[in-house]
């Protein structure tokens, strides 16, 4: 148990501590940012049938040069009155269905109009099929669509419709409980006492989790007591999937989460992880919820829950890859070689580069406010200099 993890290693274990919750079936316009259960599979084709890409007229190509005499309209939604005999042509518009004959669409400007005769002014389609989306261009029926544990963006939710889907299956969002701990810490805005200072990790967790799949429940604090904290982690427990403790994880005579999850019949998954910042995290679980212990240095606390946290919430939502992406850009200045854990660096995006910021201390909030993103440098990594490549996590 004293041995520290890899990261790797404790965000596998922290997954296998919770099954993704069971699916549940929304409204179309409850998706966005929701993970499929189930596969989605086309129920009709897209388009069902040819449309036209253009306002113009459908012709036959072998007719071209022309003159055709125009024998009808076919306006977006409606059907064809009949099918397009030789040296015909109809009126058409964009998305409406080309008549049975037609294999070319000429757009308007090309042409010109005297009565019913239609009169090629221009260069012409070009090509048979010219203009026209052909039938099932874009997906036929029975084709994959989305697969289960992707993403519902605004494009995945307009496939799934147009193919035919009304309700589909989502995992169920897990509830979150914050839980804030330490004497030191006063509420957001209240005069903090001689070694006090305001609480800004609750704040800060809940604005992360504000567009993630999840539903915020209770977010409290408690003092170092851990009688107290223990009673509270059993009451928070029985009504949330997941709590999120900050503050108390480390080996101090006043940190008491460890000790409060075992007086709440919890069991300990695993402590510490090799990492910077963020070595003291615990994970564990207290009846069928999920405990996750995040160090109280706000750059810690951040650090941690974008590693361990958010990608638990997308897990147990189902998502089909939860964890953070990894990119890389240049450096753009130098790193000394790497430690013993795994460093995860306050940096920013500079035209095009990634530039570690100047300070790293956890405890300081302007580094984390100041950084758009934290630059991963492995354990025993080898010093590089400007221009080498860099693997990132984007967080702004």
Not at 42 to 65: C, H, T, V, W
Not at 309 to 331: K, M, Q, V
Not at 359 to 380: F, K, Y
Request: proline share 8%; with cysteine; hydrophobic share 45%.
């Amino acid at each position: 148990m004293n041995a520290l993890l890899a990261v790797e290693t404790a965000q596998a274990r922290l997954f296998a501590l919770q099954a993704p919750r069971p699916y549940e079936e929304i409204s179309i316009f409850e998706l966005f940012g929701r993970y499929l259960s189930q596969d989605v599979i086309a129920k009709r084709s897209q388009p069902a049938a040819p449309l036209s890409a253009m306002d113009g007229y459908a012709i036959r190509f072998n007719d071209l040069p022309g003159p055709w005499r125009i024998v009808g309209e076919v306006a977006a939604g409606s059907v064809p009155p009949r099918a397009l005999a030789a040296g015909e042509a109809f009126r058409i518009f964009t998305g409406a269905m080309v008549p049975a004959g037609a294999d070319t669409v000429v757009v308007q400007e090309d042409v010109a109009v005297d009565g019913s005769t239609l009169t090629l002014t221009g260069e012409g389609p070009g090509a048979r099929g010219r203009h026209i989306r052909a039938a099932g261009g874009d997906f036929s029926t029975g084709d994959l669509l989305l697969e289960a544990g992707s993403l519902l963006t605004p494009g995945a939710i307009a496939a799934a419709i147009m193919g035919g889907a009304a309700r589909v299956a989502v995992g169920s969002l897990p509830r979150v409980a914050i839980l804030t701990t330490g004497d030191e810490l006063v509420a957001p805005g209240a005069p903090p006492a001689p070694g006090q200072i305001p609480d800004s990790n609750g704040a800060m967790l809940a604005a992360m989790l504000a567009h993630q799949p999840a539903r915020l429940g209770d977010i409290c604090h408690i003092g170092d007591d851990r009688a107290s904290m223990s009673q509270l982690i059993k009451d928070l427990a029985r009504r949330h999937d997941v709590i999120v403790t900050v503050g108390g994880a480390s080996v101090g005579d006043h940190d008491h989460v460890r000790g409060a999850l075992a007086d709440a019949d919890g069991r300990l998954d695993f402590w510490k992880i090799a990492m910077r910042p963020g070595k003291p995290l615990i994970a564990g679980t207290v009846g069928d919820a999920v405990l996750l212990g995040l160090p109280g240095n706000p750059s810690s606390a951040f650090v941690t829950a974008t590693l361990f946290l958010l990608p638990l919430l997308r897990h147990l939502a189902g998502a089909g890859d939860p964890l953070p992406r990894i990119e890389y850009a240049p450096l753009g200045a130098p790193l000394g070689p790497g430690g013993a854990r795994r460093d995860y660096l306050r940096a920013r995006r500079v035209g095009g580069a990634i530039v570690p910021l100047d300070s790293q201390d956890s405890g300081q909030t302007m580094p984390l406010a100041n950084a758009d993103a934290l630059l991963v440098r492995e354990i025993d990594a080898a010093a590089a200099e400007v221009g080498a490549p860099a693997a990132y996590i984007a967080i702004a």
